[in-house]
């Protein structure tokens, strides 16, 4: 993805990351990405560019629709309830079983630069949807934490609740972080089973 569709992190933004001689290193996810110069993470939404942090320059937005509790497999919503469902493009997993694969399996977000909406047309369409309660599912949410705490921000002032849909490999300072916002984490949990999340995702059970 070009240089102009990214912007670059204030020095509030960059507490998630460390600065080394070798580059900087993201805290966001267990992967850790080291992000040298010219180069991003694995997920593609930081990139370093002339050795200072850049973020993708908004939310890549996959979908937003209304949905039902039923869908959803959240005690606390009551049959019938509506919900509206906002979806990301990227993923920092490549589980063999994607079902979401064509939104997952995303890192050159050029493919998708149409869909890269602000924060607050993301909000505005939340306030229209009718819905009180908002989901961010389908790829994986976290890895636009930067982008995704401001919105969070404001919608904790309007939402009744706000669920989040994760795979859950994400760091203990992210979860800091998003606990301050969040009503319920939807966590999938690929395998309960440390052989078999490592046969699908090729990474260690331990970080869940």
């Not at 569709?5 to 992967?31: D, M, P, Q, V, W």
């Not at 209304?66 to 019938?80: I, K, S, T």
């Not at 995704?148 to 404001?154: D, F, G, V």
């Amino acid at each position: 993805m070009t240089n102009d569709s990214y912007r670059s992190l204030s020095s509030e933004e960059t507490k998630f990351f460390a600065e080394k001689e070798i580059g900087f290193i993201c805290n966001i996810c267990y992967h850790r990405c080291v992000l040298k110069k010219g180069r991003t993470g694995l997920c593609g939404v930081f990139r370093n560019i002339n050795d200072h942090l850049h973020t993708l320059r908004g939310l890549p937005i996959s979908v937003e629709e209304v949905n039902c509790a039923e869908n959803v497999n959240v005690q606390f919503l009551d049959p019938g309830d509506k919900i509206w469902v906002v979806g990301f493009w990227g993923c920092n997993l490549k589980c063999k079983h994607c079902i979401n694969f064509r939104k997952s399996y995303v890192n050159d977000f050029n493919r998708v630069k149409d869909s890269i909406k602000d924060q607050s047309a993301v909000e505005a369409n939340f306030l229209n949807s009718g819905c009180d309660t908002i989901l961010f599912s389908v790829a994986e949410p976290t890895i636009h934490l930067i982008e995704l705490i401001p919105l969070l921000q404001e919608l904790r002032k309007k939402a009744k609740r706000i669920i989040l849909g994760t795979n859950g490999y994400f760091t203990q300072d992210a979860l800091n972080e998003l606990v301050k916002y969040i009503d319920c984490f939807r966590i999938d949990v690929k395998s309960f089973d440390e052989k078999g999340y490592k046969l699908i995702t090729d990474l260690s059970l331990i970080h869940i």
